[in-house]
């Protein structure tokens, strides 16, 4: 099944079966290697899901029904203009360095009252206000004004899948969704991505260790798009192992001719917009 998939928004479908998605929960199980993956997983009906994610739309990151968005602590303006100073005399290297000796120097401080205030709060109020202070009162009149509190809104997409899906690394232009079958109607899942060096680490396990077992019976995979307007949409399924090629191999090596042998018989995915995908390539590996 090589080809083009056009993807039509106007027309994409949110209707699918969807016990895909349902009574899945993560494993405590840690899986070595892509061999013990292919012969623990084999006979438990795998599959997988692969969400390509469009980008959210810029106009709807200040919108609550979009995004959770949370008031948190910011920094004042007054040590803000501290570490500025800071970093202005003495560079980044040269100051980092320096920042260094300063945790190391105030750490048995720090332990010893206990760990009651950030151990930065000693290096502000023992070593910069007292190198920066006489600068800030000569450039501002009110000091008290540039200590007052400040905040920022943080926020963070909302991603519709069920539990415990509905958090993602959202650095992630896809979301592979490695699924397997435990009895009673539970599954277990593992995910991967390219936003981590752990995603990517899982990824190519999985994406090799499921291969595998393609190649004796077929491991069936489910596309989706999730839509700058947070909308997941069923695409296709395909009969059998079809996963995104990128990243793959990426912080899990396996020598080019083995990863040639393994993925035998998979077909890949690619694409080349991530603001709002119109087409996905489909080749054989």
Not at 4 to 9: A, D, M, R, S, W
Not at 61 to 78: D, F, G, H, L
Not at 151 to 160: A, K, L
Not at 168 to 190: C, E, M, S, T
């Amino acid at each position: 099944m090589n080809g083009i998939v056009n993807i039509n928004h106007q027309h994409l479908s949110t209707q699918f079966d969807q016990s895909v998605l349902d009574n899945i929960n993560y494993p405590t199980q840690i899986y070595q290697d892509h061999l013990e993956i292919a012969d623990k997983l084999e006979n438990k009906n795998p599959y997988t899901v692969t969400v390509l994610i469009e980008s959210l739309g810029w106009n709807l990151w200040r919108r609550k029904e979009y995004t959770k968005q949370e008031r948190t602590p910011a920094i004042s303006r007054y040590r803000e203009l501290l570490y500025q100073l800071f970093f202005d005399e003495f560079g980044e290297r040269e100051g980092n360095e320096i920042y260094a000796k300063w945790l190391s120097q105030y750490r048995p401080l720090w332990e010893k009252e206990g760990r009651k205030k950030e151990i930065d709060e000693y290096i502000v109020d023992l070593e910069l206000e007292k190198r920066y202070l006489p600068v800030i009162t000569k450039r501002y009149k009110n000091i008290e004004t540039l200590k007052k509190p400040r905040f920022r809104i943080e926020r963070e997409r909302y991603y519709h899948l069920p539990e415990p899906l509905n958090h993602v690394d959202w650095r992630n232009p896809y979301d592979n969704i490695f699924i397997w079958h435990i009895g009673n109607g539970q599954k277990l899942a593992v995910r991967g991505g390219s936003g981590s060096s752990g995603g990517r680490e899982r990824n190519s396990k999985f994406i090799f260790g499921l291969s595998l077992i393609n190649q004796k019976h077929h491991v069936p995979s489910f596309l989706f798009i999730y839509s700058s307007k947070n909308e997941l949409f069923f695409i296709r399924k395909f009969p059998s192992f079809c996963i995104p090629e990128y990243d793959i191999g990426c912080n899990y090596f396996l020598q080019s001719e083995e990863e040639e042998k393994i993925l035998k018989g998979a077909k890949f995915l690619r694409w080349s917009e991530f603001w709002k995908i119109d087409k996905v390539v489909i080749s054989n590996a």
